[in-house]
């Protein structure tokens, strides 16, 4: 098919455009005629093109399938558009900054710093071919220390591009790369100072340009040497052509190096530099622009101090290297003037002035003369033949000179460096291979180009060539390596250009010869380049002007301005400033200008010894172009010629080596994140070579693929008869022969098809034609069937509703009918019976209502009369009734009035009676009215009688008389009865005066008490009332401060919870990696160590740990220490002679044994005393507590707390004493009960005191709330002195109860006393009786009795030590079974039941017969064996035991035996050396565990079963020695028996934690095994497997249970079988695969986000299902483990399982939300990532728009917060991360006396079990 014939209708094509290069367009009808019309994509414009040449028809573009591809080589058109299309796809709306361009790694610069350069992309990379994820300059990295692995051969980058273009970063990554993945074989750490050497270098090599605030202004290569290991072993650096000028001047807009600007920032830290602002030096200056965005030069000047010191340059030349660079400086600020005091008339001759302050900070700071400085500065000599003349030099030459001597020592000063750097990176080990990282300027092209673009073009057409030829040759290998027929590719030669420069009479030629000529010049040189270099068609002349030269590059037309040319070629310093200079003082100058003078005696000045495997190198000496050397012949070589040996020194190194090129692409001018310049981008990459590179591939077949991947995509092309699917290669020829009638338009290669340019793009055309034809087929039938079915529903729905429509009238008919016939005789009955029924109905109502009418009147009648008589009767009773009751009433009240008043005046009456009563006056004068009364009566007796006396008696007086007579009688009864009245009177009156006397000074002392305690009340009530307001105020600002502060403290609590918990998960998770981090270390020092020993001694690392492990403490860092020391604990031990009574009598170890359990039954004591301790500080806490907390009866808990107070203090003094007694033996038991007895009436009266004090209070505050509540009639309540009397009373019987408490208080310190002092003899009988028993236990028996005696104190002691256990043991139970028997009494009363006395009697009589019972019976010897649980063995012996039992130990003989039995043994080993208390048999067991598992773990390093066994019993064993620790916290589940085996004197804390970081180390090297064997498996499983057929290719064969996750789920059921045989503990099986799984879901997830071919709907469907695999698994072997380990083991998943999701969801604006939704544990990155690399496999498939991308990024990015951004962002998942393993205490039930050790083991007579 001809070109042409593409150009049909809906074609689309590039048009030119005069801003953006190429723009789209469509073709609006076919190529006809010259003519092709177009419609412009963006504008919408309709445009006619004529087409003069059918050959140079408008580009065409590529489907859309190919856009955006990572290679420009795999698309389908190879041109200018595509490349630029392609590139600003990928950069612009994929972010992705790398492209392949065939060999060529194509880098554009994205102003921003990306999270694609950590450890986990560099892991990621590692061992991966390039191509297979996506561009990125680790991978070529990768590529070329992969080919230093296989060929053996040295490798090369080059790295080019453009100021600005990232030359310099691109190249340090590179090298990071090697640093990490090549090692380091030395202890100088090379990647170290590798990468330290980059901020030297920038230092003083870069420089701020227009284009580049950091550009790198001379070319280095540095060489990465590395040794038979391919580990780095070393580097070494070249340089090349620094810009010298730049120190003198620079352009608007730019600056001098950074190191000046430095130094001026960091002037207040050396004043004797006597260094100011940089604005005041003048080669500062000029530019005009000293300062860079977001850099702080102080800052950047510690980093270059620190970088120096890295690499091992002193402080001294550090001081002389800032003195030269502060004198290069003060060099440019001398001013040079013309003398004023010339009279000569020549007033051009230069000056400096003798005051001139820099001149002199110069000279002081180098120590050079002053006057000769000043002299040679301004003069000059000229040697002739007869004569030497010192002429004046004018101002311009004065400062050209000036100038060039600043310029040579900043030369001189930046070759130290480089060979400062050199020094430093060299190792001295052997370098067998290097990699070499070129790192230099790219093609340049100004509007004023000078010698500098000149030499750096010259260099870039050498570069060019060789890529040229390299790029050629793998063309043409790649045919042949196809076996396909191939035709010489004509590719651009730039050998013209270079011979134009460098032949005899070229460029650099004709300049050397100007430069030789006395009176040579600038134009001279011009006018000879064009006299002689016009024959060469790649040289010009200017239009205008003959200063300058134009030259054809191969990237462009450069036009060279001469001015300069020969003074920078010649770089010429006077030979009288060289020599000044040489006398200065500082060391650094001299050594300097030494070498330098050294240099052109010698001929060379390398800065790069030339490597040993170089034999391609020529004789030339390579040099550095910072200063040119000189020639054999003693003159002086110039610049352009040395960099030209240099160059070709270079090029030869190149060739020698397998280069790999990365061109670096600067996107715009203004330094904009992510926008793409178009025009820019097509001048660079028209200059570094990737358009010819294009052109290369585009001249032969450009687009190559693989016969699957060719059938799968395009099989749809042929009939389905036609396909062979068991001869792929036929059925793809079919295809094409069918639609390419051209056959040179193809071949086919061995494994590939090879298409030429734009026939990939001519069948994705005839594909899409063929879908869209088979589409229109597929949808025609299937409207068609659809229609078709639709009628014939229509058509029977019709049918069946009109026979249905018609039934329906006929049957409504009939049964009109019907009805009608029935409705008629129904209503002929109807109103028949109708008409009866009304009848009969009237007449039975007619009848009914007479009736009833009749009826309820004569009832209404008779019961009116009824209700008439019933109310008389109630209205007669009611009245009565009432009557009554108000009479009642009436009489009532005025009863109750009467009572009221005579009860209110006899209260007055008996009040006034009562105060009469009480008043003398009163009763006299009642006595003087009785005696007036007896006197008057007295005379009337007289009168009367004296009347009788004188009168005659007549009948009517005598009546009178005798009735007179009468009354005198009854008057004398009556004055006897006064008498005695009188009488009793009289005595009353005798006793009432005293009583009153008495009464009355009581009242007195009533009254003063009275007002003294209404005052004292009045005091107490204000003082009260104050405080109570002040105690209330206190109360609620404490009560609200304290809720502020409890809510506070809970926040705070919680926060700190949080944050603790995070930090120890952290901490944690960092010193397991550092643990691991520690082990790899030592796994590569043992390999080291491994390795064949070099001539030179040295020390190993692991032997000098291991000594000083020996020699001292285990270090601090992992927490560790020797086992704590027991001996001074334990002072009865140092009376006893252990050496004595070893021949004949009883054996130490029997002596040994008693006196060690005498030892922990003290031990015991202590411990019930430090618990007795602890519970004292318990009770003293909840006291605080309770002080603090608001109580809720204040005066009870108050004096509770004193209460306490005092017996804690009781407590505290007793604790005392039991200390000071604790080494005694037994304290006397009945002592102890005498305490409790008393302690416990302490207690009952302390309750009462309490109670009634309680009471007391009480009632005082009732009476002080009465008095507030009567306010001022207080009298009331104390009118009779009740108040005082009960104060009093109240008083009595407080002193009475102090008195009492005292009392009992004096008691009990007195039974105290006396029992201390008994305890105290006991102890002194105790310590005389020890110390008399040891004496005799220590001394050797004289005779058979003795020995008796010894060994019957011995059985008695060990005896009644067991007893006393076993009493002891027994109380503690009694105890606690007397404190729930009180606690079951407190509920019996409180529930209501009162008999509970005789309950609790009975208890105690019960319980102390059983004390009694226990402490009577006799302790009883079996005659039986018991075994103590402990294996004993001999030290000689220890190496065998370890070797058979963890070193020759099989996994298959281990499963077959108790799990975890080597750890119990092990255990039951250290239990003896516990028992016989021998340290340093215990230590070196120790030691030789740990030894023999890592020695055992190392041997088999690959074997997961070992590590699964290892990890079980290390485990076991930790466990073990926790459970027979003596913790508390680890004895709650253990039974009595186990308890009695805890380990008595060996604290083996420490050892935990070591075993703890044993089995830490085991399971990082489980999971790392693991991950090893899985890693292989990852991608083909998950990834690239594809079991469901037709989605993006042909049907798959049967899976195979090898292949894909069918052998992932093996693998892993392999590995949990084998963790379920050694017995793993559960939870640790559960976090194993959970680490397991975490790292599956990263590796293949960085790997989706790093391959491009994996991002579309068909893959996402694969992968998912694949993922379903793993989680059915999940579900099925890890349920055992609770349904918590399987979701917590499928969440490691999510991110995996949620990118898949990401690409089968839909993509929609709508979308977004729950897109979001859906991603949740997938970073804002990664979900713009994959949505980036999305390609749709199809046309018709949605294509995922930059509007929703950045919608997406925005949503995440809000939901994640304001802080997110702050957080480091990584793309890729850390698939180094390890959970932070927790190893969970699991104690075992397993008895020790129960173990034996098996027969397998051979174990025989090694072991013996006590």
């Known amino acids: 098919m001809t070109t042409k014939e593409l150009y049909t209708k809906d074609a689309r094509i590039w048009v030119e455009h005069p801003v953006e290069v190429w723009e789209s367009a469509t073709v609006t009808s076919d190529y006809r005629s010259g003519v092709l019309i177009v419609k412009l994509d963006r504008s919408g414009e309709i445009r006619q093109i004529k087409i003069t040449d059918e050959s140079q028809m408008p580009p065409l573009r590529n489907p859309s399938l190919l856009i955006g591809q990572n290679d420009l080589t795999s698309l389908s ?336 000063l930046f070759s130290w460096l480089v060979q400062a750097v050199n020094r430093a990176l060299d190792t001295g080990h052997a370098k067998s291979h290097f990699i070499g990282v070129l790192d230099i300027y790219g093609f340049e092209t100004f509007e004023i180009n000078s010698f500098e673009q000149f030499c750096i073009n010259y260099a870039n057409e050498k570069l060019q060539q060789q890529f040229n030829s390299h790029v050629f040759k793998l063309e043409q290998d790649e045919y042949i390596k196809e076996e396909i027929s191939w035709k010489m590719i004509d590719f651009y030669d730039n050998q013209p250009c270079i011979d134009l420069i460098e032949d005899r009479l070229g460029v650099l030629a004709l300049l050397d010869e100007e430069c030789r000529v006395p009176q040579g010049s600038d134009r001279g040189f011009v006018t000879k380049l064009h006299q002689k270099c016009s024959q060469y068609p790649h040289f010009l002349k200017p239009r205008f002007g003959d200063a300058a030269f134009i030259i054809k590059h191969f990237a462009d037309n450069v036009e060279y301005q001469c001015g300069g040319f020969l003074e920078k070629n010649r770089d010429t310093v006077l030979e009288e400033q060289l020599e000044c200079v040489r006398q200065s003082t500082v060391r650094l100058v001299r050594v300097m200008l030494a070498d330098a003078s050294a240099d052109a005696t010698a001929g060379t000045h390398a800065t790069l010894p030339p490597p040993s495997r170089r034999r391609t190198t020529p004789s030339v000496p390579v040099a550095s172009l910072t200063q040119p050397p000189r020639r054999a012949s003693g003159q002086k070589q110039t610049v352009g010629a040395q960099f030209r040996q240099s160059l070709s020194a270079l090029m030869c190194t190149l060739s020698a080596t397998t280069p790999h090129y990365v061109r670096c692409i600067k996107p715009n001018d203004t330094k904009q994140a992510f926008q793409f310049d178009a025009a820019r981008a097509v001048n660079q990459l028209r200059a570094c070579g990737v358009l010819e590179t294009i052109r290369i591939s585009s001249a032969g077949f450009p687009s190559r693929w693989l016969y699957q991947d060719f059938f799968s995509r395009y099989r749809l092309l042929c009939l389905f008869k036609e396909i062979d699917r068991a001869d792929i290669k036929a059925t793809c020829s079919r295809i094409l022969n069918r639609h390419i009638k051209e056959p040179d338009k193809y071949q086919f290669g061995a494994t590939k098809i090879f298409f030429r340019a734009g026939q990939v793009a001519y069948l994705e055309k005839i594909r899409a034609d063929v879908q869209r034809l088979y589409c229109v087929r597929v949808q025609s039938c299937v409207r068609g069937f659809l229609a078709r079915r639709r009628y014939r529903r229509l058509v029977a729905a019709l049918h069946g509703i009109q026979a249905r429509a018609r039934a329906f009238l006929v049957r409504r008919k009939v049964q009109e009918i019907r009805r009608n016939r029935a409705a008629v005789k129904i209503q002929k009955n109807v109103r028949g019976w109708l008409a009866r029924t009304k009848y009969q109905r009237l007449r039975r109502l007619a009848i009914g209502l007479q009736a009833h009418a009749r009826g309820y009147l004569a009832r209404k009648l008779y019961k009116d009369k009824r209700m008439l008589k019933a109310t008389i009767t109630i209205q007669r009773y009611a009245r009565g009734y009432l009557a009554r009751k108000k009479a009642k009433k009436m009489r009532r009240q005025i009863i109750i009035a009467q009572s009221a008043i005579r009860r209110f005046l006899a209260r007055r009456l008996y009040k006034r009676l009562r105060i009469e009563a009480r008043s003398l006056d009163h009763v006299k004068s009642l006595n003087k009215g009785l005696e007036n009364k007896i006197i008057s009566l007295q005379q009337r007796l007289g009168d009367a009688l004296e009347k009788a006396r004188g009168v005659e008696p007549l009948q009517a007086q005598i009546v009178e008389l005798r009735a007179k007579l009468e009354m005198h009688k009854a008057v004398e009864i009556e004055a006897k009865a006064l008498k005695e009245s009188i009488n009793s009177k009289e005595n009353l009156l005798t006793k009432l005066q005293a009583e009153l006397a008495e009464e009355k000074e009581k009242n007195k002392r009533v009254l003063t008490e009275k007002k003294e305690l209404e005052e004292k009340y009045k005091r107490d009530k204000e003082a009260l009332a104050s405080e109570s307001e002040k105690l209330a105020n206190e109360l609620r600002s404490n009560k609200e401060h304290y809720e502020l502060a409890l809510e506070e403290r809970d926040k705070q609590h919680e926060a700190e919870k949080k944050a603790l918990c995070l930090e120890l998960e952290a901490e944690r998770q960092s010193r397991q990696k550092l643990l691991s981090s520690q082990y790899e270390l030592q796994e590569r020092l043992d390999t080291i160590q491994r390795a064949p020993a070099p001539k030179e001694h040295r020390r190993s690392l692991s032997d000098a740990s291991t000594n000083s492990q020996q020699e001292n403490t285990v270090e601090d860092d992992f927490g560790y220490g020797s086992v704590r020391s027991v001996e001074t604990t334990r002072p009865a031990l140092e009376a006893v002679n252990w050496s004595a009574g070893t021949h004949n009598g009883p054996t130490p170890m029997a002596d040994a044994g008693l006196v060690l359990r005498m030892q922990n039954r003290i031990s015991v004591l202590q411990g019930e005393l430090s618990r007795t301790a602890k519970r004292a500080a318990d009770l003293e806490d909840r006291l605080t507590n309770r002080l603090m907390s608001p109580p809720s009866n204040p005066d009870t808990d108050r004096f509770k707390v004193e209460e306490l107070e005092i017996e804690n203090k009781k407590l505290r003094e007793h604790l005392n004493r039991l200390r000071a007694a604790g080494d005694g033996n037994q304290v006397s038991k009945e002592i102890l009960d005498t305490l409790s007895a008393m302690q416990k009436e302490l207690d009952r009266r302390r309750d009462e005191c309490i109670q009634l004090k309680s009471v007391l209070t009480h009632q005082t505050v009732n009476l002080k709330s009465l008095a507030s509540n009567y306010g001022s009639d207080v009298d009331i309540i104390n009118e009779d002195g009740e108040l005082a009397t009960a104060y009093e009373a109240q008083k009595g019987i407080n002193r009475a109860l102090q008195e009492e408490l005292v009392n009992e208080k004096k008691y009990f310190a007195e039974h105290l006393a006396s029992a201390k002092a008994e305890i105290e003899k006991l102890k002194e009988d105790n310590e005389k009786y020890q110390k008399l028993l040891s004496v005799d236990l220590s001394q050797e028996p004289k005779n058979k009795s003795q020995e008796y005696a010894q060994n019957e104190i011995i059985r008695l002691a060990s005896e009644s030590l067991a007893i006393q256990e076993r009493v002891d043991k027994l109380s503690e139970s009694c105890r606690r079974y007397k404190n729930q028997i009180r606690l079951l009494v407190c509920k019996l009363k409180e529930a209501g039941i009162d008999d509970v006395t005789d309950i609790l009697e009975g208890n105690d009589t019960i319980i102390s017969q059983n004390i009694s019972t226990v402490d009577l019976a006799p302790v009883m010897r079996k005659k039986e064996r018991e075994y103590l649980g402990m294996f004993e063995y001999k030290l000689q012996d220890e190496g065998v035991i370890i070797k058979k039992l963890i070193t020759d130990l099989k996994p298959r003989t281990a499963i077959t035996l108790l799990p975890g039995l080597p750890a119990y043994i092990l255990f039951m080993m250290l239990r003896h050396t516990d028992h016989v208390d021998d340290e340093p048999k215990m230590h070196h067991l120790m030691k030789a565990i740990r030894l023999a598992v890592k020695k055992t773990l190392k041997k088999r390093v690959d074997s997961v079963e070992y590590s699964a066994m290892w990890l079980s019993n290390m485990l076991r064993l930790l466990n073990n020695l926790r459970q027979y620790s003596g913790d508390a916290i680890y004895q709650a589940a253990n039974t009595p028996r186990q308890n009695q085996q805890s380990l008595r004197i060996f604290d083996l804390s420490e050892y935990r934690q070591l075993l703890s970081d044993i089995a830490i180390w085991i399971y990082q090297g489980l999971i790392n095994l693991l991950e090893h064997q899985l890693e292989r498996l990852i991608v083909a499983a998950i990834l690239e497997y594809e079991e469901i057929s037709g989605l993006s290719g042909p049907r798959a064969p049967a899976p195979q249970p090898s292949a894909g996750p069918a052998r992932l789920k093996h693998e892993l059921a392999a590995a949990h079988e084998q963790l379920r045989l050694h017995a793993v503990d559960p939870p640790l099986r559960v976090m194993i695969f959970k680490q397991l799984f975490y790292y599956i879901c990263a590796y293949s997830l960085n790997h989706l986000l790093l391959r491009k071919d994996l991002c579309c709907w068909a893959k996402g469907l694969q992968i998912r299902y694949n993922i379903s695999h793993l989680e059915t698994w999940i579900k099925e072997h890890l349920a055992e483990y609770g349904q918590t380990s399987v979701e917590e083991t499928l969440g490691v998943l999510k991110p995996i399982t949620q990118a898949v999701h990401l690409l089968q969801a839909r993509k929609s604006m709508a979308d977004v939300a729950s897109t979001v939704d859906m991603c949740a544990d997938l970073s804002a990155m990664q979900v713009c990532k994959i949505l980036n690399m999305y390609t749709p496999a199809e046309e018709y498939e949605v294509k995922v728009t930059r509007e929703f991308i950045h919608e997406i990024q925005k949503l995440m990015h809000e939901r994640a917060g304001p802080n997110a951004s702050k957080e480091p962002q990584n793309l890729l998942m850390d698939t180094k991360m390890i959970y932070s393993v927790q190893f969970q205490y699991s104690p075992s039930a397993i008895r020790l006396e129960d173990i034996e050790v098996p027969e397998v083991l051979e174990l025989d007579g090694l072991l013996t079990k006590i």
């Not at 990071?176 to 090549?182: E, H, P, T």
């Not at 690499?311 to 550090?318: A, C, D, K, N, P």
């Open 77 to 412: 058109y190879l041109h200018e558009p595509a490349v630029l299309h392609n590139l600003r796809v990928r950069f612009c709306d994929r972010n992705a900054i790398y492209t392949y361009c065939g060999i060529v790694l194509v880098a554009i610069n994205p102003y921003y710093d990306l999270p694609i350069y950590g450890d986990e992309t560099i892991m990621a990379y590692r061992g991966q071919s390039m191509g297979d994820l996506d561009p990125h300059i680790f991978a070529v990295s990768e590529e070329a220390y992969t080919k230093l692995e296989r060929e053996g051969r040295d490798q090369s980058i080059i790295v080019s591009g453009e100021s600005g273009a990232g030359k310099t970063v691109s190249a340090k990554y590179a090298m990071r790369y090697f640093a990490a993945v090549g090692g380091n074989a030395s202890e100088t750490q090379v990647e170290r100072k590798v990468l330290a050497s980059s901020p030297i270098m920038e230092a003083i090599g870069n420089a701020k340009t227009t284009r580049n605030d950091n550009s790198s202004r001379f070319g280095k290569f540095i060489e990465i040497h590395f040794d038979h290991q391919y580990r780095i072993s070393g580097a070494s650096m070249r340089t090349y052509l620094l810009e010298k000028s730049r120190v003198v001047y620079q352009s608007a807009g730019e600056r001098n190096y950074h190191v000046f600007y430095q130094l001026c920032a960091a002037a207040h830290m050396m004043p004797e530099l006597k260094l100011d602002h940089q604005d005041s030096f003048h080669y500062l200056n000029q530019g005009g622009s000293p300062d860079i965005d977001g850099v702080d030069d102080l800052k950047a000047f510690h980093e270059t101090k620190n970088a120096l010191t890295t690499l091992g340059v002193s402080e001294i030349e550090q001081q002389n290297m800032l003195t030269v660079l502060a004198a290069i400086l003060h060099l440019g600020n001398v001013d040079l003037t013309t003398d004023p005091d010339d009279h000569t008339g020549n007033n051009d001759g230069a000056y400096i002035d003798s005051q001139d302050r820099h001149l002199t900070i110069i000279c002081a700071l180098l120590g050079i003369s002053r006057p000769e400085l000043s002299r040679w500065l301004t003069h000059r000599r000229i040697a002739s033949a007869h004569e030497v003349i010192v002429s004046r030099m004018d101002v311009q030459r004065a400062a050209f000179g000036r100038d060039a001597l600043a310029k040579r020592l900043y030369g001189e």
